[in-house]
């Protein structure tokens, strides 16, 4: 069975500063890992993905997260927040086999001016 | 780009009647995902089809019914509404399935109140 828990239901950074929302999964089998980023009253939008490709992964607005397997961790970081990644933001497992995914119960990004 | 689109974006119902939800996947995608988001929740797997087939069943309740059309449209059927089907309803497409590192793309939800 997969799963990922993400510690920390909100958190606060000042504008410029760097934003660290961790993740931690728990799979059976090699994972495959997303970040997905939720504006109020939208959609998820996918900021990057894990395939076992290269463990660092870039993603779309300057995010970046490092797959790192011995941790079980799929932090999601980037190094000066804006105010406009302001957000809701999931870390999400793919299951295997199928592919539904599953959430953790999200962070709340807060910008600070 | 197309994106995922999904229809209506609000619906208000009372509780026992019946709501139907369309989503329309990106071109050329084959598979389809429900999610229900409770208010403050993660989104929970309902269910989801490959090539107009079941592929995987999570959460959804009995109550509910969907499926995917020859043009691989879905449609969720609710009935008997209950006040704690209240959430956000979203759909996700991608391509392919059984390979689980391609990623969903989602809509931007369908809001369901119950009054």
């Known amino acids: 069975a997969q799963s990922v828990t993400q510690l920390g239901s909100h958190v606060s950074v000042s504008e410029g500063a760097l934003v660290l929302l961790r993740c931690n999964y728990s799979?059976?089998?090699?994972?495959?890992l997303f970040w997905y980023v939720q504006y109020p009253n939208q959609g998820l939008q996918l900021l990057l993905k894990?395939?076992?490709?290269?463990?660092l992964v870039k993603g779309i607005n300057g995010f970046e997260a490092e797959f790192k397997k011995s941790e079980t961790s799929f932090h999601l970081t980037k190094p000066s927040a804006h105010m406009s990644d302001a957000a809701e933001y999931f870390c999400?497992?793919?299951?295997?086999?199928?592919?539904?995914?599953?959430f953790g119960t999200g962070t709340s990004l807060t910008v600070i001016p | 780009a197309a994106g995922v689109i999904q229809s209506p974006r609000h619906l208000i119902k009372e509780k026992r009647e019946t709501a139907t939800l369309k989503c329309y996947p990106i071109?050329?995608?084959?598979?389809v995902y429900w999610y229900q988001q409770g208010p403050g929740q993660d989104p929970q797997f309902l269910i989801s089809?490959?090539?107009?087939?079941q592929s995987d069943k999570g959460s959804i309740p009995d109550r509910f019914s969907a499926q995917q059309f020859s043009d691989y449209h879905s449609e969720l059927n609710m009935s008997s509404l209950e006040l704690g089907d209240s959430a956000l309803y979203f759909c996700?497409?991608?391509?392919?399935w059984g390979r689980g590192q391609q990623p969903q793309h989602f809509g931007d939800g369908t809001r369901l109140s119950i009054l």
């Open positions: 799979s059976s089998v090699p994972p495959y």
């Open positions: 071109p050329r995608h084959d598979t």
């Open positions: 996700a497409s991608s391509l392919g």
């Open positions: 999400a497992v793919s299951a295997f086999p199928g592919n539904q995914f599953y």
């Open positions: 894990y395939t076992s490709a290269a463990t």
């Open positions: 089809f490959y090539e107009k087939m």
